[in-house]
Structures are given as structure tokens and as C-alpha cells.
């Protein structure tokens, strides 16, 4: 078939199947079976046959991509912020919410101006996306966290990606457990995270990129979505530098009050600030440690 047939016959594929932006999605599975950069598109000769091998490469990534494999899973990376970031089944796909959530923790450190390497904690760091581009864009010690082993080899190499071998290190474990042995108390000037938050009852009815190939644990926050905020929020405080560290948090969907709450009635933290995103969706919570 040539590369017109063959895109022709994907895109038909996919569109069959329910797949959104189907063009879009054939012609990304095109450019990497021929290890194209999509600017290369434009010098394309789309009257050109494929060869064998391609063709087959071809059909089978359409095919999964037609079973609701998510591109991303298939073409072995995701965009997050500059940079292509490794991933596979064993992460979330980083997500351009979570972008935001790495300003806005920029974007309030830099305004404190402090000296010195800033001490981080990521939690639940998944693909490592948000500890690696904190690393890439402050001068900071990153500390990052997850229960998944799986997660942490992709993390891995997305230090690796990055070169930030010399600030990011990945700690397996639960939450805040693992940080405990590091003598970090009162020393943090970031707890972040971005942790799974969609309430348990709804997480089959997602789009089956989601409900079927990414990774529960990432995804699922319990009952009504709060669970890893109820236990994130208490346990950042004791690690908080007094009157300078943030806790930073990404907001699942309409949990913005119930997060909040949890965070007043603790006490310990300035009052909140709310960020949403270009949707209007309240999507970061940032509260800064009091005394
Ligand atoms: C929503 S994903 C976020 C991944 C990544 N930080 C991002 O923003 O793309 C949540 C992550 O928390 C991890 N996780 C779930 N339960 C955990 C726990 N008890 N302790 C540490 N990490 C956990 C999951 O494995 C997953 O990687």
C-alpha cells in the first residue's frame, strides 16, 4: 500500500472505532513507524509504497490504537511542558493540568527568592514529570516518591532524559514514609503532588484509554476522591519549613472546597490560594506553612 492508502485506511479505521481526532492519531502512528519528526510531514511523498516491514508495524499500532491503547502508550512518550517525556503502562500519562501545577509551585518559589538549593517532595511522582521539570527549571533538591516500582523505572529514565541525575532522587514507598529516615523535618520548602483523585465509583465510566489501560492506582482516590488529600495535607505539615514552605496539590474536579477545608482545619497553613485552569476549573491548591 502507499503511505496515502495506508493513512487513508487508518484514519477510517479509527473514526470506526470511535477514536477522537482520528487523522491526527493515524498520522502521529505514521511518523513513528517512519521515525519521522512530524515537521518532516510536509516533504512527505504519500505516493510512495510502504515497505513490508512498515506497513506491518503500521497496522499493528493501529490496531491497538483501535482497541483504545492511548497514543501516548504507543508512541513511548508524552509532551509535558518542553520537553517529550518517557512513559509506558506502568504510569499516568502526564497530563497539561499537571503542567500547570509546576508553574504555579515556579512561579511562588521564585517570588520567595530564597538561597541556596530548595528542598522538595513529590509525592506519588509517577513518570517523575513534575519532580524532573521542578529540577530542570529551579535549583532545587528533589525528593520524589511512589508506591509503583514500575513508575520509578520510568521515572528513571525520564532523569535521565533530563539530566538531572544530581538532583532528583526516587525513594519507593507510601506517601511521606520513605522521607522519614532523611531528617528532613521543618527543612521542605515544597511538598507537591499530584495525587489520584477520582472517586472510586466513577472510574469505569471513563474513556477506556483511561478505564482500561492506565494504571488504577494512579487514578483512584477512594470514595469520594479525597482520600490521598486527607492524608498528604497532615503529614506535609512536620516536614514544612515554618512560614516559608508550600504544599502544592493538583485539584481533581470539583473538589476544590472539600481540599481546602482540609487544609484550614489544620491550622497550621496561611489561607489557600485557588488557581484555575484556561477551563475555569479551580485545578491547584498552594497554602503556605504557618508557624
Ligand atoms: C495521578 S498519578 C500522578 C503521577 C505524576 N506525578 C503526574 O503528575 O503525572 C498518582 C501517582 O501516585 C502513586 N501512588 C498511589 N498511591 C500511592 C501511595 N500510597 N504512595 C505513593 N505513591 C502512590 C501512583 O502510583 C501514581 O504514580
Same mark, same amino acid.
Given at each position: 500500500?502507499?503511505?496515502?492508502?495506508?493513512?487513508?485506511?487508518?484514519?477510517?479505521?479509527?473514526?470506526?472505532?470511535?477514536?477522537?481526532?482520528?487523522?491526527?492519531? #493515524?498520522?502521529?502512528?505514521?511518523?513513528?513507524?517512519? +521515525?519521522?519528526?512530524?515537521?518532516?510531514?510536509?516533504?512527505?511523498?504519500?505516493?510512495?509504497?510502504?515497505?513490508?516491514?512498515?506497513?506491518?508495524?503500521?497496522?499493528?499500532?493501529?490496531?491497538?490504537?483501535?482497541?483504545? &491503547?492511548?497514543?501516548?502508550?504507543?508512541?513511548?512518550?508524552? !509532551?509535558?511542558?518542553?520537553?517529550?517525556?518517557?512513559?509506558?503502562?506502568?504510569?499516568? *500519562?502526564?497530563?497539561?493540568?499537571?503542567?500547570?501545577?509546576?508553574? &504555579?509551585?515556579?512561579?511562588?518559589?521564585?517570588?520567595?527568592?530564597? &538561597? +541556596?538549593?530548595? $528542598?522538595?517532595?513529590?509525592?506519588?511522582? %509517577?513518570?517523575? #514529570?513534575?519532580?524532573?521539570?521542578?529540577?530542570?527549571?529551579? !535549583?532545587?533538591?528533589? /525528593?520524589?516518591?511512589?508506591?509503583?516500582?514500575?513508575?520509578?523505572?520510568?521515572?528513571?529514565?525520564? *532523569?535521565?532524559?533530563?539530566? =538531572?541525575?544530581?538532583? &532528583?532522587?526516587?525513594?519507593?514507598?507510601?506517601?511521606?514514609?520513605?522521607?522519614?529516615?532523611?531528617?528532613?523535618? %521543618?527543612? =521542605?520548602?515544597?511538598?507537591?503532588?499530584?495525587?489520584?483523585?477520582?472517586?472510586?465509583?466513577?472510574?469505569?465510566?471513563?474513556? !477506556?484509554?483511561?478505564?482500561?489501560?492506565? !494504571? /488504577?492506582?494512579?487514578?483512584?482516590?477512594?470514595?469520594?476522591?479525597?482520600?490521598?488529600?486527607?492524608?498528604?495535607?497532615?503529614?506535609?505539615?512536620?516536614?514544612? @519549613?515554618?512560614?516559608? %514552605? /508550600?504544599?502544592?496539590?493538583?485539584?481533581?474536579?470539583?473538589?476544590?472546597?472539600?481540599? @481546602?477545608?482540609?487544609?484550614?482545619?489544620?491550622?497550621?497553613? #496561611?489561607?489557600?490560594?485557588?488557581?484555575?485552569?484556561?477551563?475555569? @476549573?479551580?485545578? $491547584?491548591?498552594?497554602?503556605?506553612?504557618?508557624?
Amino acid at each position: 500500500m502507499t503511505i496515502n492508502e495506508s493513512l487513508q485506511w487508518a484514519i477510517g479505521m479509527l473514526e470506526q472505532e470511535g477514536v477522537e481526532n482520528a487523522r491526527g492519531n #493515524a498520522e502521529h502512528l505514521l511518523d513513528h513507524c517512519l +521515525g519521522m519528526e512530524r515537521t518532516a510531514r510536509f516533504f512527505l511523498r504519500y505516493e510512495r509504497a510502504l515497505s513490508a516491514a512498515e506497513e506491518n508495524e503500521y497496522r499493528r499500532l493501529v490496531t491497538q490504537r483501535a482497541d483504545r &491503547v492511548p497514543l501516548q502508550y504507543l508512541l513511548g512518550k508524552a !509532551p509535558f511542558l518542553n520537553e517529550d517525556l518517557v512513559v509506558d503502562e506502568g504510569v499516568l *500519562i502526564p497530563r497539561p493540568e499537571t503542567e500547570q501545577v509546576v508553574e &504555579v509551585a515556579i512561579r511562588l518559589l521564585r517570588q520567595e527568592g530564597g &538561597v +541556596g538549593d530548595l $528542598v522538595m517532595f513529590d509525592i506519588g511522582t %509517577g513518570s517523575g #514529570a513534575i519532580a524532573v521539570s521542578l529540577a530542570k527549571e529551579l !535549583p532545587a533538591k528533589v /525528593w520524589a516518591s511512589d508506591v509503583s516500582a514500575d513508575a520509578l523505572k520510568v521515572a528513571q529514565a525520564n *532523569i535521565r532524559r533530563l539530566r =538531572v541525575e544530581g538532583q &532528583v532522587t526516587l525513594i519507593h514507598g507510601d506517601l511521606f514514609c520513605p522521607f522519614h529516615v532523611l531528617n528532613l523535618e %521543618g527543612q =521542605v520548602d515544597l511538598v507537591i503532588s499530584n495525587p489520584p483523585y477520582i472517586p472510586h465509583g466513577i472510574l469505569g465510566g471513563l474513556a !477506556p484509554e483511561v478505564s482500561q489501560y492506565e !494504571p /488504577w492506582m494512579a487514578l483512584d482516590g477512594g470514595e469520594d476522591g479525597c482520600d490521598f488529600y486527607r492524608e498528604i495535607i497532615p503529614e506535609a505539615i512536620s516536614f514544612l @519549613k515554618p512560614d516559608m %514552605g /508550600w504544599l502544592i496539590l493538583e485539584l481533581g474536579d470539583g473538589l476544590a472546597i472539600q481540599v @481546602k477545608d482540609i487544609i484550614e482545619s489544620q491550622r497550621k497553613f #496561611a489561607p489557600p490560594q485557588i488557581f484555575p485552569d484556561l477551563n475555569g @476549573k479551580a485545578r $491547584v491548591i498552594a497554602a503556605k506553612r504557618g508557624q
